[in-house]
Nanobody, 119 residues
């Protein structure tokens, strides 16, 4: 089993910054993709950013140029630096780890951390 523990959410004014962290523990296959997704009020969960073990990144269109994802493979930890925050970034942010092993896909989620951006 894999556990994901997120931290760093909170309340910030528009234009401000926050940094989220997510530490994974348990039986983790070393080749994996970690990432962040978010779900705003009344919205579906959407991609924020993902990063592979080899540090290949992918971003949702709404955060490109403002957010940066990084990871520390030795610590199984992923980070999300969020700059120039907007009220529409308000959401619960979920950490995810995904990998494939022996033709089976493994997908784990954190409990979520609230990010609120005031105007």
């Amino acid at each position: 089993q894999v556990q994901l523990v997120e931290s760093g959410g909170g309340l910030v004014q528009a234009g401000g910054s926050l940094r989220l962290s997510c530490a994974a523990s348990g039986s983790i296959f070393p080749i994996n993709t970690m990432g962040w997704y978010r779900q705003g009020p009344g919205k579906q969960r959407e991609l924020v950013a993902t990063i592979t073990t080899l540090l290949s990144t992918n971003y949702g269109d709404s955060v490109k140029g403002r957010f940066a994802i990084s990871r520390d493979n030795a610590k199984n930890t992923v980070y999300l630096q969020m700059n120039s925050l907007k009220p529409e970034d308000t959401a619960v942010y979920y950490c995810n780890i995904n990998y494939r092993l022996s033709s089976r896909e493994y997908d784990y989620w954190g409990q979520g951390t609230q990010v609120t951006v005031s105007s």
